[in-house]
DNA sequence: ACCTGAACACCGTTCAAGT
DNA sequence: ACCTGAACACCGTTCAAGT
């Protein structure tokens, strides 16, 4: 019987969770579904859009919220953070298509910050490139957690002095957001003292 | 005569340079040395060892400086945004070996940028997490500020609203850092009102 | 419209055997 | 000690031909 989209996405899915995107091939995929290779190009383009639809599959669930500019931000993080933790490499996944620029997820969430940050007092010429610095960091620091955790999951111990970068990963994860929240709230400051300067 | 681990990272960062880190193939690397591609593997225990040594001679001359806290950081993030846009896909390639702990050079410079947090006000045990929020900030936004500039050198022209993400980058990159900076200056504030909240 | 089969042009890594 | 040759077990992508 034919092969849907959704069922090449499902399958991709759960390949990842399974096996870790190194498995995540073309080949391997249409093993899975048996199918001939080919017949995923006749789905989609190439791989990189495949794996932009997986990375929008597992993003579904982050959403915006309603509060302060400052509640839109720390959840819609949050909410980032557990949708990578949940597949297994997703933060890595997720920041490959993020950077190809084929993760329409990923574009919406960089809207939701954005316009979070203008409420913030980011002056909205600034407000996606505040978005982009906070996806940064919660794509940098996840993808690092996630090595971690899947690292020591697989039973290999770590040395001593890296046993601080893996307790309490949640703390850890709020303060370097907080870094950028306060970061934003000083930049009304800035603004108006720019603003002042070209009176 | 004799191939040197020296030769390997020169003609490695060659091929880098030229053809970009698709085309830096342990099989491509020995061919443009003439030599079989298991020789390379008396050198280097496998392909990331060697993106690793790669890395770290790219980010040879990123180095600390002296000055007051926001100096030092604001320098040597500025460098290693310089040194990651002199090579081709530099930015990919120190992320990678960044992600997978293979860089020496990265772990130094995070000590540098950790030992500045703690003379901003940041608490000690903070610093290395300050230290590694910059750096997925310096490494994310280069990475992207990188592959917009090789897009459009090779030809293809943008769309408009991209427009606003490739000009002045240098300006742009200094707004996120003075985001991160102004919240570890922060920092202070809420370390003391934690203090007092355990009084 | 949708898929197969087979090919093209590659990969990273290992390892017995040579010098 | 250092390297070759050849193999192993794969890749992503294309495309004529089939149904």
Redesign the pocket.
């Known amino acids: 019987m034919?092969?849907h989209k959704r069922d090449v996405i499902d399958a991709a899915a759960a390949l990842l969770d399974s096996y870790g995107i190194a498995?995540l091939?073309?080949?391997?995929l249409a093993r899975e579904l048996?199918?001939?290779?080919?017949?995923l190009?006749?789905?989609f383009?190439?791989?990189?859009a495949l794996l932009g639809a997986v990375a929008d599959r597992i993003l579904q669930t982050v959403d915006d919220v309603p509060g302060d500019w400052r509640d839109r931000v720390e959840a819609v993080c949050a909410r980032l953070r557990d949708a990578l933790l949940s597949h297994t490499d997703g933060a890595e996944l997720v920041s490959a298509t993020f950077a190809s620029g084929h993760s329409q997820a990923m574009a919406r969430i960089v809207e939701v910050l954005a316009d979070a940050a203008t409420q913030a007092p980011v002056a909205p010429s600034k407000g996606e490139l505040a978005a982009r610095t906070v996806v940064y960091y919660v794509l940098g620091f996840t993808a690092d957690e996630q090595s971690r955790l899947q690292w020591d999951a697989s039973g290999a111990a770590l040395p001593d002095e890296q046993a601080v970068l893996t307790t309490n990963p949640t703390e850890r994860f709020a303060f370097g957001l907080r870094l950028l929240v306060d970061g934003m709230a000083a930049a009304r400051a800035e603004t108006v003292a720019a603003a002042r300067n070209f009176e």
Chains 1, 2 share one sequence.
């Open positions: 034919q092969l498995d091939t073309m080949r391997r048996k199918v001939s290779p080919g017949a190009y006749w789905h383009p190439n791989k990189q």
